[in-house]
């Protein structure tokens, strides 16, 4: 599903992550580290947010360096603490994803019903409260038809109730469309909510599979 190839995240020459070359299979999995242990920066290498050296491949077909707009369309990602323009509504920033990924019509109301947004959505989002950018942010990473959804810190601000309902639409996604799922957290994922859930584990700057 994710190949790496000579992947190196360098801060100031120093280099942060290093992968020589791993193959991530098709799945759901937990990345597991400490704070400062690159989760976040490998996630958003991942997600085409920062530049490195070398190479990531969807699919043993999609490169991230070569095809950059196919893949980005392929790959959707929710910041651990997401922020957004204040002037726009929750509504229009979903009608903007949902435009740059394809998203079939109408397919955002599943999400803002069950997160129960739908009381604040149609509000500017400098409004929102933590709790409501993150829901936000999780609705915007569902969007459209994505082989790979990327979830940096998804327990950070949100609450148990909340929690459950965003693992039981990794297990609709996954299940149903087969899509794949990297999810960051330093706390304990809930692991046997979530389908044949796995770990990665990011130490030393070497990513190592135990799943």
């Given at each position: 599903?994710?190949?790496?190839?000579?992947?190196?995240?360098?801060y100031?020459?120093?280099?942060?992550?290093?992968?020589?070359?791993?193959?991530?299979?098709?799945?759901?999995?937990?990345?597991?580290?400490?704070?400062?242990s690159?989760?976040?920066?490998?996630?958003?290498?991942?997600?085409?947010?920062?530049?490195?050296?070398?190479?990531?491949?969807?699919?043993?077909?999609?490169?991230?360096k070569?095809?950059?707009?196919?893949?980005?369309?392929?790959?959707?990602?929710?910041?651990?603490?997401?922020?957004?323009?204040?002037?726009?509504?929750?509504?229009?920033?979903?009608?903007?994803?949902?435009?740059?990924k394809?998203?079939p019509?109408?397919?955002?109301?599943?999400?803002?019903?069950?997160m129960?947004?739908?009381?604040?959505?149609?509000?500017?989002v400098?409004?929102?409260?933590?709790?409501?950018?993150?829901?936000?942010?999780?609705?915007?990473?569902?969007?459209?038809?994505?082989?790979?959804?990327?979830?940096?810190?998804?327990?950070?601000?949100?609450?148990?109730?909340?929690?459950?309902?965003?693992?039981?639409w990794?297990?609709e996604?996954?299940?149903?469309?087969?899509?794949?799922?990297?999810?960051?957290?330093?706390?304990?994922?809930?692991?046997?909510?979530?389908?044949?859930?796995?770990?990665?584990?990011?130490?030393e700057?070497?990513?190592?599979?135990?799943?």
């Amino acid at each position: 599903m994710l190949q790496f190839i000579k992947f190196k995240k360098l801060y100031g020459g120093f280099p942060a992550l290093k992968i020589d070359g791993f193959t991530i299979n098709s799945g759901v999995y937990w990345i597991k580290g400490v704070n400062g242990s690159g989760k976040s920066t490998l996630l958003k290498s991942i997600a085409g947010i920062l530049s490195f050296d070398g190479d990531i491949l969807l699919d043993n077909a999609v490169s991230i360096k070569k095809q950059p707009v196919a893949y980005r369309k392929l790959v959707n990602f929710a910041e651990a603490e997401p922020v957004f323009p204040e002037f726009l509504t929750g509504k229009e920033m979903i009608a903007l994803f949902a435009q740059a990924k394809n998203a079939p019509a109408g397919q955002e109301q599943h999400y803002i019903d069950t997160m129960q947004m739908q009381s604040y959505v149609g509000q500017p989002v400098g409004t929102y409260s933590s709790g409501m950018l993150k829901k936000l942010s999780l609705v915007l990473a569902f969007l459209g038809n994505p082989k790979l959804i990327l979830l940096d810190e998804p327990l950070i601000t949100i609450d148990t109730a909340s929690l459950k309902i965003l693992n039981s639409w990794i297990a609709e996604r996954h299940l149903q469309q087969g899509t794949s799922f990297l999810l960051s957290s330093h706390q304990t994922l809930e692991l046997d909510e979530l389908p044949k859930a796995g770990e990665l584990l990011v130490e030393e700057q070497t990513l190592k599979s135990i799943a």
